[in-house]
Nanobody, 124 residues
């Protein structure tokens, strides 16, 4: 069974950093691109980042370009999202998802599995 588990969230001060992890089981990361999304109550789910398998390309939302780096460790079946210079508006539940595709296509493709999310709170 495909399963994704996020971790690494928490409370951080503005300007701080967090590294989120998305560990996959039931499949290996060589088969799917992995995307990160975030959602705040009352707002639409927002695509944050994605890393593809086919060409290794990455995608970043404009709001986070220059502040986040996505990477994957296929040996550990884990995708990481390093977030720096965090802002209060980054506060959200962050989810990872396995895409149906091996490439990201700007996160405009369907998902086959979602994690349960990890809370990121940026506050002083």
């Amino acid at each position: 069974q495909v399963q994704l588990v996020e971790s690494g969230g928490g409370l951080v001060q503005p300007g701080g950093s967090l590294r989120l992890s998305c560990e996959a089981s039931g499949f290996t990361l060589d088969a799917h691109a992995i995307g990160w999304f975030r959602q705040t109550p009352g707002k639409e789910r927002e695509g944050v980042s994605c890393i593809s398998k086919s060409d290794g390309s990455t995608y970043y939302a404009d709001s986070m370009k220059g502040r986040v780096t996505i990477s994957r460790d296929n040996a550990k079946n884990t995708v990481y999202l390093q977030m720096n210079s965090l802002k209060p508006e980054d506060t959200a539940v962050y989810y990872c998802a396995a895409l149906r595709s091996r490439v990201c296509f700007g996160l405009r493709v369907g998902m086959i599995s979602w994690g349960q999310g990890t809370q990121v709170t940026v506050s002083s």
